[in-house]
């Protein structure tokens, strides 16, 4: 059982670039999260999804791009890398509208932009 | 709106010590609450969680329990190994948030033989 897994696990790019980070699930979650995670703020949500053909802002959209064409898939688009985008980006996967569900976690991808 | 407050760290220990890790939280309602860990180079991975008032969560000797009264959420350990040196996330999740977890700043633990 793979769980949430994440691509790359790191990546420098340089300002004005394109990437998309991948992630993917293999346990029929409906609901899928992106968080970026910085010294002494935790993490932050970015974008998240409750199911394929649906995306919503979270508390840190700018600058990031989200699809859900499947319901394995979520992957995130940075179109034009700055170097505030410089974080460790994790996705997670849970049931959706189960309150205490366990989320579960990607090893994350470490991203540098110079 | 919803918001976590944990005490901030780091947090340094000897092995065998006694931890505690503040956790406060504000939510409408009757949130879960959750513990979640971070080792050194992975992901996050649930630790432990609570669903109701004076509910008790625990696990690998861990322990925390839901005090609605004074809305915390605070973790326990008795005895600290080196291998428990990791960040701790308390984190709560409220119903109609769409499933979203809110997380607090993490605290780092790192304990010393």
């Known amino acids: 059982n793979a769980g949430v897994t994440q691509t790359p696990k790191f990546q420098v790019l340089k300002t004005g670039q394109s990437m998309t980070l991948q992630c993917a699930q293999d346990?029929?979650?409906?609901?899928m999260s992106w968080y970026r995670q910085d010294p002494g703020m935790g993490l932050r949500l970015i974008h998240y999804?409750?199911?394929?053909?649906?995306?919503d802002q979270g508390e840190v959209p700018n600058g990031y791009n989200v699809s859900r064409s499947t319901t394995e898939d979520f992957p995130l688009r940075l179109l034009s890398a700055a170097p505030s985008q410089t974080s460790v980006y994790f996705c997670?996967?849970?049931?959706?509208?189960?309150?205490?569900?366990?989320?579960?976690f990607g090893q994350g991808t470490r991203l540098t932009v110079v | 709106g919803d918001s976590v407050t944990q005490m901030e760290g780091p947090v340094t220990l000897s092995e065998e010590a006694f931890l505690t890790i503040n956790c406060t939280y504000t939510a409408t309602g009757y949130p879960s609450l959750f513990w979640y860990v971070q080792y050194p180079g992975e992901g996050l991975q649930l630790l432990l969680k609570a669903t109701k008032a004076d509910d008790k969560g625990s696990n690998k000797g861990f322990e925390a329990t839901y005090r609605k009264e004074t809305t915390s959420f605070h973790l326990e350990k008795g005895s600290v190994q080196v291998s428990d040196s990791a960040v701790y996330f308390c984190?709560?999740?409220?119903?109609?948030?769409?499933?979203?977890?809110?997380f607090g700043t993490g605290t780092r633990l790192q304990v010393t033989l």
């Open positions: 984190a709560l999740r409220s119903i109609g948030t769409a499933s979203k977890l809110t």
């Open positions: 999804s409750v199911g394929a053909g649906i995306t």
């Open positions: 997670a996967s849970s049931y959706h509208t189960v309150q205490n569900t366990e989320a579960f």
């Open positions: 346990m029929n979650h409906e609901y």
